[in-house]
């Protein structure tokens, strides 16, 4: 079965240049052209995802996502914006937006990302400036099912967690530029919902309890037992779903 998108913009060129492009990759594409007309087309069919403006004229993009979950909670949406709009961003993802993407934004990039929300699988960011241990990692957690993205500092982290709506966070406590505790920190600030899951390799015990008591989940040791891993990283998604309707690995 083809999947309806519906695409939500102001401007007549975007609407018709993504309409076009997802055409062609098989998706039934639909178009409105702002908040109020979007909320309209989601009462005539079941789409499968809405790719939405955030700044529109009337009913901006976050507003018109809030309606829409009405409507529809289970609709997953990706957001769209040309401006620095740090509020409305923050707004969207804490709101549930699956991801915010920046124009001018690569058409392939775009298309990755829906291609991930449509296959909806649970997203975790590695944070490690060690390249081995987040590939490492990365290949255990995508056998998994998981679908990851890697960071090395606790700068990229923060900008990530703005930008895409993760469902865990495996975050190394040493760390240049600001530290994994800093970092830990700042994720609360942003993300006070969002999980992380510690990992260090050094025996660091008052950074580990500070950690802990900054809201980290837990905190694992490196070299880190995979198996342990893997019943954290479940643990932490059955506290973030307790109705069991989250998402899982394979």
Known sequence: MRVNILVVDDQASMRLTLKGILAKRGYEVYVAEDGLKALEEIKKRDYGLVIMDIKMPGLNGVDAYIKIKEINPKVPVIMMTAFALEDEIRRAIHEGAYAVLYKPFDMERILEVIGECIENKTLILLVDDSVED????????????????????????????????????LLDLQLPGINGLETLKQIKTVRPDLPVIMVTGHSQTEMMENAMKSGSFAYLSKPVDITKLMEVISQTLDISNPSGGGKTGA
Not at 139 to 164: A, D, F, H, P
């Open 134 to 169: 987040r590939a490492s990692y990365k290949v255990i957690l995508e056998r998994k099912g998981y679908k990851v993205m890697e960071t090395q500092s606790g700068e990229e982290c923060i900008k990530s967690i703005k930008e895409r709506k993760f469902q865990v966070i």
